[in-house]
């Protein structure tokens, strides 16, 4: 139910199409020619919509809801109110997520490059490209096909951009590398110099920032988040890894795949993040230090330790997870000792 | 006294005129026809200049000033200097805000569509409006009458802009409704993709971001600041609030009337703010958290629980200001108590 | 050793040439014409390269480098492998970065105006300036010689930029005036309005924001980066003066010379910083106070009051260096305390 001010209409699918397409089966084979059109919130979809519940906190919405389609996971089917259609998945979240994608396609802009576009003749650029109003292209970029270059985008000297990806809006791009399926949203900062510098009484002295910015497949990067290059050697954000908005990653950072690194962190120069890290909001991490495969910070927190895979930390200085919620307990403690005293 | 250089010369005004405009009463009656010619601080104020003095602090300052005329709270005419004329008012600060802007009235970029704007021949263009060179309006955008679209705006499909707004530079807008007497400031990011995904070995999946944006009337929006569209339903933010640089609102975040949020604060998704809150600068505040009306949340705290309405928060995790100042105290002891122990 | 993709090939020099530059000596002076082809890494170094060694912790690597030509300190000379010319410096980063700048003189772009850009009739543009694709340059704007102004970049109304000059990507100035020497990198916005209104139950009343942004020489200021203009009188960053990403500095902020602020710091309204001040990543400085000459800020601290010269503070709220790690320490103890008491 988005929007026609800003969505193209829902397409529609038969249920044995979307059960097909997003892991799930059909609870009653009989309904696999239903028809549905849209999908929707629990408390906004109607008889002809698909709908999903992902956590039992939800369950009083879903008894209630009037959604033809509920996508669920079999051990929640007792929840369902009367006449509601199944789609029984294990991954009900993810389920819903690519039956969305199917009645909403991802809108590339229309294929073709804008007259505006100013395109340097030595650039290579791939098949079925949009290339939108006031983009700059420099000499030697490589742009793959299926790209979408959003207007105002400036892509520098020598860029290489793999297959299918969304480069946004007011996008700078310098010195980098870019795999496929990539999407940079508005505003993104990538290659430019790292901060970098010799100390000296009469002046700092500028290092040249001699490095690159690779960026690997699936990569998502939100929107004003920047990445500088590499001093010597390059900044690399790993395959599959998300990126929030308002995010710095300073040079000669290393993350690593799948990461998940939530709005305004800092990454500081040269930190090593293992695959699947996940930094919340804010977070920050000083220089050199390494994160370990699968290791969580909390929202917040300013990371000085090397952490270990696998382990929580939050505070500041950040430590592990429970020591910190300790820490929290013992020092409530002690103000309510001595305000009994007083 | 604001440079000419990148100001028009201030227009001139009898007291008279002032003092209606800004909501004070001249001391002395015969002061009505005074020409003022200009405002100006305390300490650079002339004989035909107009200055205020809003905090006792600054009373030396007021007693040495030359300024011809000055806006004060009645309740400190005593302290006026000898011949200096005055504009009585009970909310000083602010008679002199409505005073500076008829001395210097917004400065709107010249009415007229630049030669080198790309509109889609849907898009509807309200009377008197000011578009600038290279912006980019797509099919269906609608733009009230009075508006001003900076250099290099990108305002792409369907979005809807009321009257007398002002687009900044580099500011790039998509599925969002924006009311009127609305400022977006250089390089906002408005209506971009959430950070929403399924988890997923294989890879995170992406969730089709379907909501949108909802701006209220006489909203402001500072400079590189972000904010994402809904997830379903609307990120909305309420009429009259006003948000500082770099900050991230996430998607389905609802923000009330009249809230205050300083630079570089995070609002994490589906958070809730009632009326006339207040975020300090690089605050937090974890997702699908209620921060109620009037509630007050210090600089840098990092908000991890509902906040009910009227209180003042602080610290990380976020606890009732004078709980936290307490903590400081007690910590401050036991600090120095070991000191000496030692 | 720099991608060819993204940098000019290297100079080459004699070794004569680099020691006079970069303000070493030779060790040997029989080397004096020996031919550098580049430089590079310890490890990544060739016959032919020059290379540095900064810290004894790289000893190892510098026993086993192949590079040609190391810039080292005298007292480390011992640690040299069999073979190596040697530069000796004091210094050996700043003689490093001052042979790299050799190799890689910074590449400014085509010396002439773009077909693209549009220039206002009453701007002034000195010498040998490079102006790129759909840059906008208002009236009565004065660009001083040599200078670069990157693709899309914005500069409004009587901005005053001084010469040799680099102005980023999709950059917005107003109401500035720009020494000598500044690098601003992309999707800096410098000069929009302050956050300044007066508090009214009827909505906030916007006070015109009516000084300007002075930047004096030699100063480099991050990507997304926004500095605010004052609301009477200036927002000032000293000579020399290096600001990393994301930062964000309030109105009519004073910074000194030489100082350092890393990424996503925050300052908020009329701070004073004195000079060779350093702010650490994600700090934040509340409104109004003042840093002392060459106090330094650890990174996430949140200062509320006034620093003295030359001191060291951490925490939140910031405090002495020394006080929070004893804070830390007896934190920690307590907890361990508590603990076993159990």
């Known amino acids: ?32 020619s239903f028809l549905c059109t849209d999908v929707a919130a629990l408390d906004q979809a109607g008889p ?49 997520a690519l039956a969305a994608q199917m009645f909403y396609p991802e809108e590339w802009g229309k294929v073709g490059i804008a007259a505006s576009a100013i395109i340097h003749p030595t650039a290579k650029i791939g098949k079925n490209v949009s290339i939108n109003d006031f983009v700059v292209i420099d000499a030697h970029v490589e742009i793959g096909d299926g790209c979408w270059i959003e207007p105002h985008a400036y892509i520098a000297k020598g860029v290489v951009i ?6 946004g809006a007011h996008t700078s791009l310098s010195h980098a590398t870019i795999g496929n399926n990539v999407r940079l949203y508005t505003g993104v900062r990538v290659g430019q110099d790292g901060f970098g510098f ?11 920032q001699l490095g690159s910015v690779i960026i690997g497949d699936g990569v998502e990067i939100g ?3 920047t990445i500088d290059r590499g001093t010597t050697g390059d900044t690399v954000i790993g395959a599959g890894t998300w990126i929030d908005n308002l ?69 500041y200085p950040a430590m592990p997870m429970k020591r910190f919620l300790r820490q929290v307990v013992t020092i409530n403690k002690l103000v309510e000792k001595l305000k009994k005293e007083k």
Not at 2 to 28: H, M, N, Q, T, W
Not at 162 to 167: D, K, L, N, Q, V
Not at 198 to 208: C, L
Not at 255 to 274: D, F, H, M, P, R
Request: hydrophobic share 40%.
């Open 1 to 32: 139910m988005a929007s026609p001010r800003f969505f193209e209409a829902p397409l529609a699918y038969v249920l044995s199409a979307i059960a097909a397409k997003c892991g799930a089966v059909l609870a009653d084979e009989n309904d696999s």
């Open 48 to 96: 002809q919509h698909l709908t999903f519940l992902d956590n039992k906190k939800y369950k009083d919405q879903f008894s209630a809801t009037k959604a033809g389609v509920a996508i669920i996971h079999p051990d929640m089917r007792g929840l369902a109110p009367k006449g509601i259609k199944l789609l029984l998945s294990n991954t009900p979240y993810k389920s819903y």
């Open 162 to 167: 793999g297959a299918s990806c969304r480069i």
């Open 198 to 208: 010799a100390i000296d009484p009469s002046g700092y002295v500028k290092v040249p």
């Open 223 to 225: 929107a004003n988040t």
């Open 247 to 315: 995010v710095q990653i300073a040079h000669n950072v290393k993350i690593g795949k799948g990461c998940i690194i939530a709005a305004q962190v800092g990454v500081a120069g040269s930190v090593e993040l293992g695959n699947y890290v996940a930094l919340g909001g804010q977070a920050g991490v000083a220089g050199h230090l390494n994160i370990g495969d699968q290791a969580r910070i909390a929202a917040k927190s300013g990371v000085t330790k090397n952490v270990p895979s696998r382990e929580e930390w939050m505070g």
